[in-house]
T-cell receptor, first 115, second 110 residues
Framework: DTEVTQTPKHLVMGMTNKKSLKCEQHMGHRAMYWYKQKAKKPPELMFVYSYEKLSINESVPSRFSPECPNSSLLNLHLHALQPEDSALYLC??????????????FGPGTRLTVL | QKEVEQNSGPLSVPEGAIASLNCTYSDRGSQSFFWYRQYSGKSPELIMFIYSNGDKEDGRFTAQLNKASQYVSLLIRDSQPSDSATYLCAVKRSQGNLIFGKGTKLSVKP
């Protein structure tokens, strides 16, 4: 089973709203990732959690706040977003980023629209 | 020079032909390389990974790696219309995160 689930599938929010994106995996993976993907562009890394600790933050604005409650769950809290933040937000997980053959599996994504 | 470069295409091949997708990377210390397929509006789906020089085959797909030339390719044999998608090459950094190329859009014509 290589399933990563994400909720919600679609989200429309105003610039003053607070919302959260959720990601879950039950593969025993110890690393989880948030990517942002704009139309016709490749995924861009936002955050990496490895063994439940934030290991990479790619200079993401503070209006995006990640949280890893446990090894199976990853949240992305959104606050005061801008219309340019509208994108597909992808969650991924992998067994152990220290391994050469470590492979990331992506969830279906959350399509976010900021009005 | 960008870290991972791909020809954006579109690459158009007839059904049943071999599609050849290419990728170059700049970090000579890179160890692991991945090919993902992404249909429009969907998330990336892993096709193959490779980390040893040479060829790796899985069904109709063959990944080729040449570390001396810093070159990775993906061959799709007997291409089908269902193979029409964007193919993303990704290189793994030492910290574990992936750097993606811009992707090559493949169109297989019936």
């Amino acid at each position: 089973d290589t399933e990563v689930t994400q909720t919600p599938k679609h989200l429309v929010m105003g610039m003053t709203n607070k919302k959260s994106l959720k990601c879950e995996q039950h593969m025993g993976h110890r690393a989880m990732y948030w990517y942002k993907q704009k139309a016709k562009k490749p995924p861009e890394l936002m955050f990496v959690y490895s063994y439940e600790k934030l290991s990479i933050n790619e200079s993401v604005p503070s209006r995006f706040s990640p949280e890893c409650p446990n090894s199976s769950l990853l949240n992305l809290h959104l606050h005061a977003l801008q219309p340019e933040d509208s994108a597909l937000y992808l969650c991924a997980s992998s067994q152990d980023p220290r391994l050469a053959g470590d492979t990331q599996y992506f969830g279906p994504g959350t399509r976010l629209t900021v009005l | 020079q960008k870290e991972v470069e791909q020809n954006s295409g579109p690459l158009s091949v007839p059904e049943g032909a071999i599609a050849s997708l290419n990728c170059t990377y700049s970090d000579r210390g890179s160890q692991s390389f991945f090919w993902y397929r992404q249909y429009s509006g969907k998330s990336p789906e892993l096709i193959m990974f490779i980390y040893s020089n040479g060829d790796k085959e899985d069904g109709r797909f063959t990944a080729q790696l040449n570390k001396a030339s810093q070159y990775v390719s993906l061959l799709i044999r007997d291409s089908q219309p269902s193979d029409s998608a964007t193919y993303l090459c990704a290189v793994k950094r030492s910290q574990g995160n992936l750097i993606f190329g811009k992707g090559t859009k493949l169109s297989v014509k019936p």
